[in-house]
């Protein structure tokens, strides 16, 4: 890749890791593979932080506003969404002549870690399709929106079922899928019908276009 890009495009190696439980005796579980990110031109300068769920503290203080000090000889509470907290809380802090602000809910936890937790498809996952290396749907939507923006071209040039096809239509993206195979083909037009109600019309060819 260091050949193909050159080293200094390299961003990140980034570790998928799932769950996955076989009998291994003589080895360590290999539950993981690697992402190589490098970035080069326009799209090098794309990189769009994502959040996740909030955490356990904001969901707590969803529930209960958060205290900030006093203003104008008044005490301040803030929150988030006011349809979250009990009316008879809400009526409390009027009876003690609390301020109430009102702030945007927060965005959840910043998914900037390297390792990234996401399940293998397992046999009842309802996103297979039965394409043999079909990645899952959550982590190619992951790789597409943290370095493209929409109207964004999107090139995979081994798509095998569209998994990064669709991430891209989802994204607004524009988006171009490649594979060699015949029954890739087939289940990228299956898919864009079922999840994208798009008919297009695939076309298998062996030539080189
Ligand atoms: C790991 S799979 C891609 C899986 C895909 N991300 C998905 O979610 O379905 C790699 C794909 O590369 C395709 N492939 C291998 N050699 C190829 C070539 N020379 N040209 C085009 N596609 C090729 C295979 O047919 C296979 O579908």
């Not at 959040?51 to 958060?66: E, H, I, W």
């Not at 965005?107 to 498809?121: E, F, R, T």
């Not at 239509?169 to 490649?178: V, Y």
Request: glycine share 8%; net charge positive.
């Amino acid at each position: 890749m260091d050949c193909i890009f050159g080293e200094d495009l390299f961003r990140n190696e980034i570790v998928w890791w799932y769950e996955k439980w076989t009998d291994t005796s003589r080895f360590f579980q290999r539950n993981h593979d690697i992402v190589l990110f490098y970035a080069n031109g326009p799209a090098a300068k794309t990189f769009t932080k994502l959040y996740g769920s909030l955490t356990d503290r904001q969901v707590a203080l969803m529930k209960t506003g958060y205290n900030l000090g006093s203003s104008g000889g008044k005490d301040i509470v803030r929150v988030y969404d006011r349809s979250k907290i009990p009316q008879s809380t809400i009526n409390g802090w009027k009876a003690a002549n609390r301020a109430i602000y009102d702030v945007p809910t927060p965005k959840g936890k910043a998914m900037l870690p390297s390792v990234w937790p996401i399940p293998v498809l397992n046999s009842q996952a309802k996103e297979r399709t039965g394409y043999p290396t079909q990645k899952p749907h959550a982590l190619l939507h992951r790789v597409v929106s943290a370095s493209s923006n929409k109207n964004d071209m999107i090139l995979d040039p081994f798509c095998g079922c569209a998994t990064i096809c669709i991430a891209a239509e989802e994204l607004q993206c524009q988006w171009i899928g490649i594979d060699i195979g015949e029954k890739a083909t087939e289940l990228a037009q299956m898919r864009m019908r079922e999840h994208l109600g798009m008919l297009y019309d695939g076309n298998h060819r062996t030539d080189i276009p």
